[in-house]
């Protein structure tokens, strides 16, 4: 894994005041949206999943609000209108996990099985078809990523995959896992590549967030019909690689 640059971002009074007003909100905002979730689970997926919607839309205003934190997106074009794709997104931030949820609907993501068990908002998330992964099971959890993401593609929800498997730094790369890229295989669905600069801004493993604008790049679909898992991964990860290069650039 290469290493990460260091941050020359500094942490002043409005930074602290914004992250500790935006983590108030987080918390209060999970557990009414949680319970509110919870108390639909009766009602058809979609209106759950809009009650989710709405609370990804609120956390993204109060996230510009509290700490001067937006996104720009440059090639939703690429996202199909019709049907559903697996997307490959870098991986730095808690972010992305988030805020994805806003232009790439509907989703589900593959994510640790512990999350389902935080009170209200795992529980909740538990209710929206998430692909759950024990990750010290790798075996399991390939049979499982690829049995439920198919399931879920053709019921017509993206499905989300961070290849690198853990947050990295800015910076830095980690080889990409072959699970998204073997469910596109099996599936025969294309996939997005997708790369985006969170970690600047919202670090990994740090309550601060940083004021600033995250850039995101969403790539034309790769065509994953007669190809090797290892030929769609490899593809994937050099327009992620490539495309990280050109946000950095874009700074200067």
Known sequence: ????????????????????????????????????????????????YKFADIWIDCLLYMLKLCCGLSHEVEGLEHI???????????????????ALRQFIRPQTAVL???????PFGGWALATLKPIAIDRQNQKEALKMLIDQG??????GLFVVVFPEGTRVAPGAH????????????????PVIPLAHNAGEFWPRNSFLKYPGVIKVKIGPPISTVD?????????AEAWITQAMAKIEAEKN
């Open 112 to 118: 640790k099985k512990s999350l389902l068990q935080i």
């Open 227 to 235: 190809k090797k898992s290892k030929d769609i991964n490899a593809e």
């Open 174 to 189: 980690k080889k990409f896992n072959a699970g998204g890229a073997m469910l596109a295989q099996k599936s025969g669905f």
């Open 80 to 98: 199909p209108q019709v049907g559903a794709a697996i997307v490959l997104s870098k991986h730095q931030s808690a972010w992305e996990t988030v």
């Open 1 to 48: 894994m290469t290493q990460p640059h260091i941050s020359s971002r500094k942490a002043d009074f409005r930074v602290y005041l914004g992250s500790t007003l935006l983590f108030i909100y987080i918390v209060i905002s999970t557990l009414i949206v949680g319970v509110a979730i919870l108390g639909g689970f009766f009602l058809p997926f979609h209106w759950r």
């Open 150 to 155: 198919i399931e879920r593609l053709q019921e």
